[in-house]
């Protein structure tokens, strides 16, 4: 069974303010031409494998926003699992952001970012092209390290609570 994004899950920006319809918040930044990039990152605890899954609509030139979900699960789980379960989570909300857009085929306002690093120094390098190539399979760009900014450094930053660690300290 793949894992997927249940579209009445909660979403928040990074500044702490709740998202109540995130669909329609993103939409109406993409019908002004904006691009959406999608990226998920995991953290293990004691208890649970933590992933966060990211929607970063750009502005360019002008900043972006950020909006993300959090889903739990089993912690217990190979490298492979955990990409994968990354991956899927991305992509499900690419593919759910595209059919509810009404994106034509050819429009490229929807781009999936992969936390894995062709590098073979990482373990990760293994499945990089299995991930990328569901992604691509699936008819939308994709990014890996070390251009997956969105999922290993923006989707990172909101699963260890960086932001609310910096609110902290500003005040």
């Known amino acids: 069974m793949k894992p997927e994004i249940a579209m009445d899950s ?5 500044g702490g303010a709740e998202v109540l319809d995130v669909m329609s918040t993103v939409r109406s930044l993409v019908r ?5 990039h999608i990226g998920t990152d995991a953290q293990k605890s004691s208890t649970r494998m933590e992933f966060v899954t990211v929607a970063c ?4 030139g002008k900043g972006g926003r950020v909006f993300y979900t959090r889903r739990y699960d089993r912690k217990d789980v190979s ?3 955990k990409l994968s379960t990354e ?3 991305s992509l499900d909300l690419a593919m ?3 059919d509810a857009f009404a994106l034509e085929p050819d429009d490229q ?3 999936v970012h992969v936390d894995a690093n062709p590098d073979e120094r990482f373990d990760s390098s293994d499945y990089v092209k299995q991930l990328a190539g569901m992604v691509a399979g699936s008819g939308f760009p994709v990014l890996v390290k070390p251009n997956a ?3 290993s450094h923006v989707a990172d930053f909101a699963v260890k609570n960086k932001h609310f660690r910096a609110r902290m300290r500003a005040a």
């Open 10 to 14: 909660r979403w928040w920006t990074l």
């Open 32 to 36: 002004k031409g904006q691009v959406v």
């Open 57 to 60: 609509v750009l502005n360019p």
């Open 79 to 81: 490298l492979f699992q």
């Open 87 to 89: 991956t899927w989570l």
């Open 96 to 98: 759910k952001m595209h």
């Open 109 to 111: 306002q929807i781009c």
């Open 149 to 151: 900014w969105c999922a």
